[in-house]
């Protein structure tokens, strides 16, 4: 199966120039897609383009990643309704660097292949550009009617917004446009790829290049990735879920995509992982026969947990599941750094305590009743105590006029208190 077929199948082709597919047979074909600056890491809206760079790659084809340090500092309007917030020159620098190092667990850098992957900040072609020479060079090749027929543009000139569009936005498409004549031009680039929202910018690309360098280029866009339920992708309650572990833990990470809708694990076991079509197929009839098992779920958190993160972080985060969902050990709840452990009880009752106390040494009778009120009384908690019901860090209470002190708190801070089977409370001691 060729590239294009491929994504065919997988359903992921949005729409595609023609003569495209007929380029990709003819020789080994350089293509970029485009990634947005304005923060340090990317997050898995961004997954689908990457992943398809990677294919691309796997394809025997040579991928570029063009990170847009000049772009960044514009902002671009497709589907935004409006204007964004321009980056200054350390942050873009910040912001790029942390997804160069994310793009580097995808593709290959570092082969001796003609097909080796290529990085590119389009600010060091753009910042020698002069206001006038741009507009002498590249302007006058580009009508304001062609750049006003695009949806980006149109959609924000008669959108409910009273603040119209800026100039810097609307020469958006011009400045990407001439990303792909330099591409072009320098590293024989002749395909662009992306998102669908992102047609207008890039055939704006073909046509400057047909135009001013009687060339022929080609573009291909992908579907945007979206929930059956409306809601937005990527999105949860705590904002997006990001590809640095810092930001989103490996364990939330992971539970994203083992949560995801049944009719959504259909189409992203498609998008996001590289298991053949006969092995996809074969899952989703195993699945349909028994979505109770959730296996194509698992299958999906397991494939790209690994793939963003890494085989231990994916282990790491079964476990800490456990610790919630299953009958785990203290020896496991003691394993989780403080990011996963507060991860993991996201949501649950917090009560804060005195670690001063604490390390003095409290009762525990005391603890739970006077000093957090997990249980109205001390009879009701001897008697959930005396019938095995309390745990302390995942550790039967025998006793409730045990005395706790401070070395029993886990990452020098928290208590994990289980009252009952599903009744979880998270004592901060500070």
């Not at 550009?129 to 949806?151: C, E, P, W």
């Not at 280029?217 to 809601?231: E, H, Q, R, S």
């Not at 908690?381 to 002190?405: A, P, T």
Request: charged content about 25%; glycine content about 8%; aromatic content about 10%.
């Amino acid at each position: 199966m060729n590239f294009i077929e491929d994504l065919e199948w997988r359903g992921v082709i949005h729409t595609m120039m023609p003569g495209t597919e007929e380029q990709l047979a003819k020789e080994v074909t350089s293509a970029y897609i485009g990634f947005d600056p304005t923060a340090d890491s990317l997050h898995i809206g961004s997954l689908a383009p990457i992943l398809l760079l990677k294919r691309f790659q796997l394809a025997g084809h040579k991928p570029i990643a063009l990170v847009g340090g000049a772009t960044g500092m514009i902002g671009d309007p497709s589907g935004k309704s409006q204007e964004r917030n321009l980056l200054n020159e350390e942050t873009l620098e910040k912001n790029l660097a942390g997804i160069r190092k994310q793009l580097a667990k995808f593709l290959d850098f570092e082969t001796e292949s003609p097909n080796k992957a290529e990085m590119v900040n389009n600010y060091d072609w753009m910042k020698e550009q002069t206001f006038l020479s741009f507009i002498r060079d590249i302007g006058k090749h580009i009508t304001v009617n062609y750049m006003m027929a695009k949806d980006s543009v149109k959609k924000r000139l008669t959108g409910e917004t009273r603040d119209g569009m800026s100039f810097t936005e609307f020469t958006y498409q011009l400045v990407q446009g001439y990303d792909f004549y330099w591409l072009y031009e320098n590293m024989n680039c002749k395909l662009q790829m992306g998102g669908s929202d992102q047609w207008g910018n890039i055939t704006t690309g073909t046509e400057l290049i047909r135009r001013k360098a009687s060339g022929e280029a080609y573009a291909l866009t992908i579907n945007l990735i979206t929930k059956a339920d409306g809601g937005k992708f990527g999105k949860t309650e705590s904002g997006n879920v990001w590809l640095d572990p810092e930001k989103t833990t490996p364990y939330a990470f992971y539970q994203f995509w083992l949560n995801t809708a049944d009719v959504d694990a259909e189409k992203y076991i498609r998008v996001f992982t590289f298991m053949s079509k006969e092995e996809i197929e074969e899952l989703i009839e195993r699945h349909r026969q028994a979505p109770h098992l959730r296996e194509l779920q698992k299958k999906l958190a397991h494939d790209i947990t690994i793939m963003v993160h890494s085989e231990e972080d994916y282990n790491a985060a079964v476990e800490a599941s456990n610790i919630l969902f299953g009958n785990a050990t203290s020896d496991a709840l003691k394993k989780l750094d403080e990011n996963t452990l507060l991860a993991v009880f996201d949501g649950v009752p917090q009560f804060k305590i005195s670690k001063k106390e604490l390390e003095e040494g409290v009762k525990v009778i005391d603890l739970l009743t006077e000093k957090a009120a997990i249980f109205p009384s001390k009879g009701e908690m001897r008697k959930l105590v005396q019938s095995g019901g309390v745990s302390i860090n995942k550790e039967k209470l025998d006793n409730q006029d045990e005395v706790l002190d401070g070395s029993k708190l886990l990452n020098n801070k928290y208590l994990l208190i289980q009252k009952g089977k599903k009744n979880y409370f998270l004592l901060i001691a500070e």
